[in-house]
């Protein structure tokens, strides 16, 4: 709780000796590093991807940001000792860099993770907030915790030897008749669809019950059932942050990493079918850097890319959701 | 018509309950009234299966790692190194990885973490700089931690390539420094710290924000200056939600993964940082202590992802098994939390 500005005054004026200025300073820069951090993010992203101040070329410089959002292939060659990579009539280095197939990885995994995330997220904390009695929210509010607080590589073991072998391939094979691959980003988004489960029940449980106990009231008042009073009144009224979580939830499924590397796989194409294997923009910047790249080498800077496309993509969405929980929010008194 | 009673009305309201229950004003034989009821009965136990459905996700996760690691587990498992053959391999390398890159990001994160919010929730006044940090802050806990990793690259571990050839700084028989640093544990440190660094401040803002302001008007108005009044009441109160949250965000930094691997760190490591591979010889051979922030190093949550991967199922019981390493650990340092949570709550001062 910050003091009064008067109070603050007060002992500014007792304060105002150079101990307690070091001190002052000192925090201050212990808390101007979150600024540097970001600062740092932007530079290093900008300064590979985009210009280079220095004598080696940024990604861009090399790669026409045309190309990047529009080659349906995202071919980076790979490196043979010896051998030279660009093409030496044009310049260009070869291979194609166009971001979709990364991308429709990255959105296929996130699309499935939400339809898994969504209603077992928002169902639960509907049950939370509405139906469940204070002991039984005290038994599974830990259980939730403790889903959130498992590592993502536990998640990705899960999806690939669990999920796949287990669910998912008897499933389609006996009841569709398809077999499908170890990898499949089905499975990776189960696995990210549960990861992302707690914290989208937790948010929205938490402005669920922030709505005012006197609308309830006054519903059943009206003659509600419970479902007319959860779904018709206490959801639209805290709707804007059940989508400002939804959004988050997302935003994690795209920078999600480890569990899509594991168990969505390493094939890079354009496709629309959810039983495929795929890689998304997390999982090639992870299998790059396993790569013996040079640090100069076009596939070392396309890491660059595709991490500033994955920063501004969850920056937009994380500042939507502020967006949204602000602008369309109920204020009850 | 019990049974509609209670489905109508809320069964934790007991006042409303009864008022409504005397009036008496539901009609069930309606045919209307009864489908919305049993409509509503049905998105009950709709959303009550789905609230059990994420318990029984943990159950069968659990589950699958238990059963896999059955077999592999063993003491042989935390006491050997990686090995190429899945009965060989063991956990002690990342163990010793993790135990380092934990105790270096504990030491940095947690004094920069409580500093920032000891002025964002105690100094601060509503200036600009101020605002754009609180907005920032809350940036920052959404970026993916792969990007953390691709600053953690770029910055510590090749300080923007500024330099020609590895330079050394060397006090010799105690410490050598290369810079740039490469893929040494302090470089992975740093970069995990940069991670957990808005975790442990906005748990840390909380927990200064439940210290009542009356504590603070009381240590000023006996004449106490700023910081002795954060030094002496402030900090003391919050220690138990400020230890909680740490806690919570080393846990976090415990599995953090992808970061590692974007800044090199190895996967497949046969020795422990600077050859500790004992508690004993941290007593022992103290000099080495120095040395291992600057060795390489893999993790735990590495080490995982790596037999995870490995094609086929023979190193599926060796990656459950070190799931379940990974998990003890995290169990315990969750464990800390709540026991200090519990001490914290018994011995509340106001």
């Known amino acids: 709780m910050p003091l009064s500005r008067k109070t603050a005054s007060l002992f500014q004026r007792r304060s105002a000796n150079g101990h307690e200025k070091v001190i002052w300073a000192s925090l201050l820069s212990c808390a101007l590093i979150s600024i540097l951090t970001t600062v740092g993010i932007i530079v290093v992203l900008l300064g590979n991807a985009v210009y280079s101040p220095g004598k080696s070329t940024a990604f861009f410089e090399e790669v026409s940001v045309w190309e990047f959002f529009t080659d349906t292939h995202w071919k980076p060659a790979e490196r043979h000792s010896g051998t030279e990579l660009s093409d030496s009539a044009t310049g260009k280095p070869a291979g194609h860099f166009g971001i979709l197939p990364l991308l429709s990885g990255t959105m296929m995994v996130a699309l499935v993770g939400s339809m898994v995330g969504v209603p077992i997220g928002l169902g639960a904390a509907i049950y939370l907030s509405e139906y469940a009695s204070p002991k ?6 830990p259980v939730l915790e403790i889903l959130a607080g498992i590592p993502t590589v536990v998640y990705g073991f899960f999806g690939l030897h669990f999920i796949t072998p287990w669910i998912l391939q008897p499933v389609l094979k006996h009841v569709f008749g398809i077999e ?44 509600s059932t419970r479902f007319d009073v959860s779904m018709r009144v206490v959801v639209p009224a805290a709707l804007s942050g059940i989508l400002a979580a939804f959004l988050l939830a997302f935003s994690r ?81 | 018509m019990s049974t509609s009673v209670s489905e109508v009305l809320p069964t934790n309201s007991d006042e409303v309950l009864s008022v409504a229950a005397s009036v008496n004003f539901i009609s069930g034989s309606s045919p209307a009234m009864r489908r919305r009821l049993l409509f509503s009965r049905v998105f009950a136990w709709t959303c009550r299966l789905a609230t059990y459905s994420a318990l029984g996700m943990l159950v069968a996760l659990l ?198 691997i974007m800044i090199g760190a190895l996967t497949v490591a046969r020795f422990c940082p600077a050859g500790i591979d004992s508690p004993m010889k941290l007593l022992t051979q103290p000099h080495r202590i120095l040395q291992a922030p600057l060795d390489q190093f893999t993790a735990m949550p590495i080490e995982i992802f790596h037999w995870a991967k490995q094609p086929g199922d023979d190193f599926r019981p060796v990656a459950a098994s070190g799931i379940v390493v990974l998990l003890m650990v995290l169990l315990l340092f969750n464990g800390i939390a709540v026991w200090i949570r519990y001490r914290a709550s018994r011995g509340v001062r106001w």
Not at chain 2, 98 to 103: C, E, K, P, R
């Open chain 2, 63 to 260: 589950a699958s790692i238990f059963i896999s690691c059955a077999g592999r587990l063993s003491l042989d498992f935390v006491r050997s190194v990686n090995s190429v053959d899945p009965q060989e391999a063991g956990i002690l390398a990342g163990l010793w990885g993790t135990f380092w890159l934990i105790s270096l990001t504990g030491m940095m994160a947690v004094p920069l973490g409580v500093g920032s919010a000891v002025y964002l929730e105690e100094y601060a006044a509503d200036s600009f700089l101020n605002r754009l940090i609180k907005v920032n802050l809350s940036n920052l806990a959404g970026v993916p931690s792969i990007v953390y990793g691709m600053l953690g690259l770029t910055v510590f571990v090749r300080m923007f390539d500024l330099f020609e050839k590895p330079l050394i700084i060397s006090v010799p028989g105690l410490i050598r420094i290369p810079l740039p640093l490469g893929d040494k544990v302090l470089a992975g440190a740093m970069t995990m710290t940069l991670v957990i660094l808005p975790i442990v401040i906005i748990a840390s803002q909380e927990a200064l924000r439940a210290v009542p302001s009356s504590i603070r008007m009381a240590s000023l108005a006996l004449g106490a200056t700023r910081w002795q009044t954060i030094r002496h009441q402030v900090l003391p109160a919050a220690l138990p939600g400020i230890v909680t949250g740490v806690i919570l965000a080393i846990s976090r930094a415990i599995g953090e993964t992808a970061p590692l």
């Open chain 1, 180 to 223: 499908i691959g170890v990898f499949n980003v089905t499975s990776a988004g189960i696995v990210v669809g549960i990861m992302v489960t707690p914290m989208i029940a937790s948010l929205s449980e938490d402005v669920l019950r922030s709505v005012p106990r006197s609308l309830r009231e006054a519903a059943y008042a009206l003659g």
């Open chain 1, 136 to 141: 039984e929210r005290d038994v599974l509010k």
């Open chain 1, 253 to 333: 499924a795209i920078g999600e990493t480890m569990a899509v590397t594991i168990a969505g796989g390493h094939k890079i194409m354009l496709t629309a079918n959810p039983l495929a294997e795929v890689q998304t923009m997390t999982a090639y910047m992870v299998h790059q850097s396993f790569g013996d790249n040079s640090a100069s080498s076009i596939q070392y800077k396309s890491i660059y890319a595709v991490g500033l496309a994955l920063f501004s993509m969850t920056l937009v969405i994380n500042i939507a959701s502020q967006w949204v929980l602000r602008r369309f929010r109920e204020v009850y008194q």
